[in-house]
């Protein structure tokens, strides 16, 4: 089992910028893959970011410039930078950790962009 606890979520207006903090309960460098997805209300979960244990990194196109993942491995932790954010970045953000053929998720934490 992986417990992921997620933190750094709230209000900011539009333009603003924010960081989420992912803590896991064990060394990543198990981890295959540790990332941050999404989910609006109405719309299903999607891909944020996420970086594998060799470090290699990936951002999906709607927040490519603007967010940015990177990790602290000596704190097992994974952040995301969020930049310029958008109203439509509005979401629940999750954080994922898949261990060999395992995945798990965080609790879930709000982000709200105000216009």
């Known amino acids: 089992q992986v417990q992921l606890v997620e933190s750094g979520g709230g209000l900011v207006q539009a333009g603003g910028s924010l960081r989420l903090s992912c803590a896991a309960s064990?060394?990543?460098?198990?981890?295959?893959?540790m990332g941050w997805y999404r989910q609006a209300p109405g719309k299903q979960r999607e891909l944020v970011a996420r970086v594998n244990a060799a470090g290699g990194i990936y951002h999906a196109d709607l927040v490519e410039g603007r967010f940015t993942i990177f990790r602290d491995t000596a704190k097992n932790t994974v952040y995301l930078q969020m930049n310029s954010l958008k109203p439509e970045d509005t979401a629940i953000y999750y954080c994922?950790?898949?261990?060999?053929?395992?995945?798990?998720w965080g609790q879930g934490i709000q982000v709200t962009v105000s216009s």
């Open positions: 064990i060394n990543i460098f198990s981890l295959n893959t």
């Open positions: 994922n950790a898949d261990l060999r053929y395992q995945s798990f």
